[in-house]
């Protein structure tokens, strides 16, 4: 085999790597641009969650004051104003588990 058909061969091969480099670095690129953006998307549902578990907390403690039954007006009005805060973080929550399943 000849020199110069060596050579060509060889010439052949580093295209055919360039080539493939290429294309593997751009598939590398696009990778990287699905990974940043499914971070962004963990984290936003982290903090959502975070949201939703304090929404939850005030939630289980207006039931427990729901329990008590008093007198007291001022207490009945402070109970009422509970119950409304966490009728409007049921709806959010609603809200937001609907987004979630989108």
Do not use: P, W
Request: hydrophobic share 40%; glycine share 2%; with cysteine.
């Amino acid at each position: 085999m000849a020199v110069a058909d060596q050579l060509s061969k060889v010439i052949d091969k580093t295209s055919r790597l360039i080539e493939l480099y290429t294309v593997l670095q751009e598939e590398n690129d696009l990778l990287k641009l699905e990974n940043d953006h499914l971070k962004q998307t963990v984290d936003h549902h982290s903090q959502l969650k975070v949201d939703l578990e304090e929404k939850l907390r005030v939630l289980t403690l207006a039931r427990s004051l729901e329990g008590m039954q008093t007198t007291d007006l001022g207490l009945n009005e402070k109970t009422f104003d509970i119950k409304q805060k966490i009728t409007d973080f049921v709806r959010e929550i609603d809200k937001c588990i609907v987004l979630l399943k989108k």
